[in-house]
T-cell receptor
Framework: ETGVTQTPRHLVMGMTNKKSLKCEQHLGHNAMYWYKQSAKKPLELMFVYSLEERVENNSVPSRFSPECPNSSHLFLHLHTLQPEDSALYLC??????????????FGPGTRLTVL | RKEVEQDPGPFNVPEGATVAFNCTYSNSASQSFFWYRQDCRKEPKLLMSVYSSGNEDGRFTAQLNRASQYISLLIRDSKLSDSATYLCVVNPVFSGGYNKLIFGAGTRLAVHP
């Protein structure tokens, strides 16, 4: 496997379900990100982990809970979601170290539908 | 004012045409800039990084004007495969030990035969 992978690619869940999204990066990067992309809106940054430590939580509701067990893996645990949470959830990684010069590489995303 | 602004388009152009997109950003201290390409229902992919006044990669040229706070992307000899949404991305300031990217909403390009 190369690059950034995400599973599942598609997920349909009810509002009372609990599910988890998984992301794995094979690039040796030290930072990982969760983004949400709703239809016709810019990407919204949700969480950032740098060196396995959460460094940003962008006012995300507590029904989204991230977990970063090591520098290669990132999870997003979901519970009691709302229909408006339906979106494409993208994971990205980057090698941070030099200010301003680190591109982010994205996984294919999980398309989530909340019924 | 939005942090990163782009014309949403769509830009409908024939094959072989030259097309240019502009993007403006609000934070004058921004460090670096990128253009990403996103195909329908796919993830964004890095197209070009813009670190100084600009750079060129084949048919694609990116330019940066720090004084006016805008970035442009020029595509020459458009191909059908260039049809996509082009995202302007700005890295405002390095803070907290990581690089935070701000994404524009994207400009849609449709190239037709």
């Amino acid at each position: 496997e190369t690059g950034v992978t995400q599973t599942p690619r598609h997920l349909v869940m009810g509002m009372t379900n609990k599910k988890s999204l998984k992301c794995e990066q094979h690039l040796g990067h030290n930072a990982m990100y969760w983004y949400k992309q709703s239809a016709k809106k810019p990407l919204e940054l949700m969480f950032v982990y740098s060196l396995e430590e959460r460094v940003e939580n962008n006012s995300v509701p507590s029904r989204f809970s991230p977990e970063c067990p090591n520098s290669s893996h990132l999870f997003l645990h979901l519970h009691t979601l709302q229909p408006e949470d339906s979106a494409l959830y993208l994971c990205a990684s980057s090698q941070d170290g030099t200010p301003g010069y680190n591109e982010q590489f994205f996984g294919p995303g999980t398309r989530l539908t909340v019924l | 004012r939005k942090e990163v602004e782009q014309d949403p388009g769509p830009f409908n152009v024939p094959e072989g045409a030259t097309v240019a997109f502009n993007c403006t950003y609000s934070n004058s201290a921004s460090q670096s800039f990128f253009w990403y390409r996103q195909d329908c229902r796919k993830e964004p992919k890095l197209l070009m990084s813009v670190y100084s006044s600009g750079n060129e990669d084949g048919r694609f040229t990116a330019q940066l004007n720090r004084a006016s706070q805008y970035i442009s992307l020029l595509i020459r000899d458009s191909k059908l495969s260039d049809s996509a949404t082009y995202l302007c991305v700005v890295n405002p300031v390095f803070s907290g030990g990581y690089n935070k990217l701000i994404f524009g909403a994207g400009t849609r390009l449709a190239v037709h035969p």
